[in-house]
């Protein structure tokens, strides 16, 4: 609905309702500390139907890895970030040995804090086709490994957007899907929080994959076990905030100052036409540049550790 | 000064003041409609130092060509845009015939809203080369002009950005104007603007050149005749709002509305924190790859069209 | 084989026989000029199995425009080329009025010469998603088209190469036409000529698919009706020759001249060293990126002409 | 002059007199082995203008790296290469020490063997703005070291081509020079070697600039000490072989075996058609796009490594 606060982070959902609630039913949070707390690992769970409506997310696990001092320091300590999502990713894959590995990356590659996904695409170890041509054993030989290690044929694309293709990523990536059968669907995509210090210094891993609506992109098709027929696990990166967020969120604490209670409030920004204007328009750090590529090596260095140990 | 309102566009600095004042002392403001109302061309000439105070530019000539209308509409719409900024291009140029012109695209090619600059220079017809190479009336047969015409040696030049050169790009401009000495240096750079509807709908013209400050870069130097020893025109497009901009307008709208005065309403922004976050961010529209890209067309159309009648 | 004369356009392969033979069995071969003789557009129609086995491609229809002289000249020429390209395209689409088409660009946007595919379909008219969200007749009215005017849902898609997705183009192509079922599959895709003559000058187009093998890329399955499920039409450009091909031609042409038979030249080159060493390498013009920009505007005009008449 | 052997590597140019000579008159080579062999470092200096005019190079030292198979292994393999070629461009930098350097990356972004000068620069340590704004002992401080060790303000810029500016390289990168004053030029650059082999594999280090003419780009201009002002350093890897050199070498081959003498094959391949067509085009690995990449990282390291010990 138009002039709601959007993210894609289930954490920033929960933190709604810290006020009102110490306790929303059917979402639990759980959070860790690492690297002398400059790591935060946040998990949300929605157990059931009613935690899915308050938090407007479907049921799974949602965790959350902040890192923002480990992303301006040096390279080994965004190593540090990597690795851990890496775990994360891990975790969520289960204990179910995988063979094959499918890795879209969303978003559009000519829009700076959309391209995320097809950044972490072409940074991937890639061994679908290597493991065809060459035969079982071929990856254990190059690295290392012993003979009876599982070896999983990975596979990246990057479909590209609706208004490149015509078509929704969701429609192209069904169709591998059916054409290649892998045991996992991984989504990378960039995504929209309401935070601006959120920005490139977040990521989110979930088992739920991805719905729509949100980022820069307009995806409008879920992209989850139910619509594709195989799991999905999406890994996204906060790098924009809605305009429309933005603004809400400054005039609602100045409305808060000035004692209106939240129903008040809800009636004066609904009648406000700035916020109509920003329907279209995102915000987003000037250093989107740098920004975009430490973490797309970050997400790259995350898989490529998660399933070859690199 | 943090917390005030950005704009490069001299039109929307004198916007400010139409409340107040109807004359500008030191401004002079003229505007004009062609293509049925579908394109407003105003000119803002800053006369003196007076005028020069308030608008917070340098003395000169301002021309904004608006045409949202012909963006949205068929190519030889956007075509009529481009033939009239190439119109006002060589009237900013005056009557003495030019030799050789240096174009400059300003901004950073990995940036989407930055990137004007870079893309345009991508485009033109650059001359210079060929006309050292084989000689002169080389140009003029080639696009079957007569023997007399004078031939432009246009040269063209994406300095990149500070963060990627450790350079200013007016350090390696001057260094280059010093070098081949060009009758004119042609400033292309992305601008801020203060309202979103401008955004990549509107081009300003001046013969001022370029002055530190604002957009998504920080150049911090000016590129101006002063700076440089030759005349400097600046083409420049609005292609981001600062996010600053967008909270304190927003802001203000509803606490004029609730009856607040100028000053109050200053000393009260200067106290809301949500705007100094917003500091190193911008807005700009979802749709950027695509307007960015209809935007370097139309100012590379116009400059070809000014130089060689293309 | 190893050292044999590569070339993906039938017209070269036909003209290896004209010194032995003046008619091949099982091949047709018409030409005419246009444009005052600077456009040749040759038919070769391989009819029958004799005809491919020697030939070494399927059955069915190559037609080539040939048209140097139109691209070294001015805008207007190029866009001759355009339209005839557009014109040879709709007569293969033959008559049965089409309702979806799905534009495949081959190749590897990082590799300049086969980047042609994926450059092509960033600059065509996709219309999939309009025709899908804003109903049937949305399209004729934006082009000023009649009522009753069949309209075309283009999506366009750019799969990569094998190397960055572990993934034959052919796979990916099959899964999205099992998803969304076109009438026709356009595939672009830049080849390998034998002439250095023909490069970036000419323009095949064939109802018979792609075939494994040629070009920079190593594509393996092949992209035909049989393999796909609806038909395909293929449009190329050669962009660059195998170094094999480049040595081989040179050497053979010395041996003749020194009068040896054409056994004695097989049995020679066999036996050359610098041949093996050149299979991975191939040959391409220094001017190659202005040349891929050409040749990609160019088919891309022709497929928005044949589709849309723009 | 047209049909002659061209290479940039005066190593090769070196390796072509060992047939005749085992010593060339004011050309002295020593060659080194390291990591088991798999590395070759070889010094080529001309001594005196007989060197030179034999060698068809100025008077110098040339250091050639080879390491073929250290970049078909693993990356821990490639990151010896980098060190390596730190330590020669250390060894050339000399004594005195340096305060401000400027890279400059020669070459054509578009075209991806010309890429590898654009694709350095994009990978370094830029530091110049950083001393500028922050002041003496930032660097330090930021990279852990000595108060008093030496800060090196780093500065870069990818100039691009005659064809894309209408400037030769050597006049941007000249005023450029005269603005900012550096103690070092260093230009990066993609060579044409003699042979395929070395493509890809083999780093040239030199102390003389870079001379008119190879590649795939025209540069005209020297880059050299007397025509910049201050020493120049050139690292160039070989991308390319001209298809000229290509075809002479394998017919020279061939003409030997078949008992001509010197002077009769040069007569002969004067008169061979093939090579005036092959003029302008060049040879260039498939996978090219992988080992640019490659390199581009390895001469990136390379540089940080010799000037921030990174």
Same mark, same amino acid.
């Given at each position: 609905?138009?002039g709601?606060? +959007? ?17 929303v ?7 860790? @500390?690492?690297?002398?707390g400059?790591? +935060?690992i946040? +998990?949300?769970?929605?157990?059931d139907?009613?935690?899915?409506? $308050?938090m ?6 949602y ?14 300590q ?6 851990? #999502? ?8 289960? *204990?179910?040995?995988? +063979? ?24 991937? @170890?890639?061994?679908?086709?290597? /493991? ?6 071929f990856?254990?030989?190059?690295l290392?490994?012993?003979?009876d ?35 996992? $669907?991984?989504? $990378? ?6 935070? #601006? ?6 990521v ?18 879920? /992209? ?6 195989c799991? $999905? ?10 305009? #429309? ?11 808060k ?5 939240? *129903? ?12 109509r204007k ?13 920004e ?14 998660? @399933?070859?140990?690199?």
């Open positions: 609905m138009k709601e606060i +959007r993210t894609d982070l289930a954490l920033e959902m929960r933190e709604q309702f810290t006020e009102d609630d110490v306790e039913r059917g979402v639990a949070l759980t959070e860790d @500390f690492c690297e002398d400059k790591m +935060r946040t +998990r949300v769970e929605i157990l139907e009613h935690g899915a409506k $308050v407007k997310k479907p049921i799974g696990t965790i959350t890895v902040e890192a923002a001092k480990l992303f301006s320091g040096e390279e080994a965004r190593r540090k970030v990597s690795e851990e #999502v890496g775990r994360q990713l891990e975790f969520l894959c289960g *204990k179910k040995p995988l +063979r094959q590995v499918l890795v879209t990356g969303l978003g559009n590659r000519e829009v700076t804090p959309d391209s995320l996904g097809p950044l972490v695409t072409d940074q991937l @170890f890639v061994t679908r086709h290597l /493991l065809k041509e060459y035969g079982e054993g990856l254990n030989e190059q290392d490994k012993g003979k290690e599982a070896e999983i044929a990975l596979s990246a694309v990057a479909p590209g957007v609706m208004g490149q293709t015509g078509m929704e990523a969701a429609e192209i990536i069904k169709g591998i899907v059916k054409h290649i059968h892998p045991d996992l $669907v991984l989504v $990378v995509d960039a995504l929209a929080a309401r935070s #601006v210090e959120r920005l490139n210094t977040t989110q891993l979930t088992d739920t994959g991805i719905c729509p609506g949100a980022g820069v992109g307009n995806n409008r098709q879920s /992209l989850n076990k139910e619509s594709i027929g799991p $999905v696990i999406a890994i996204g990166v906060p790098t924009v905030v809605d305009a #429309v967020t933005i603004v809400r969120d400054s005039m609602e604490g100045m409305l100052e000035q004692g209106y209670n939240k *129903k008040e409030i809800e009636l004066f920004l609904r009648g406000v036409e700035a916020m920003m329907n279209t328009m995102f915000v987003t750090p000037k250093s989107i540049d740098e975009i590529h430490q973490m797309s090596r970050t997400i790259s260095e995350a898989i490529n550790y998660c @399933f070859f140990d690199l």
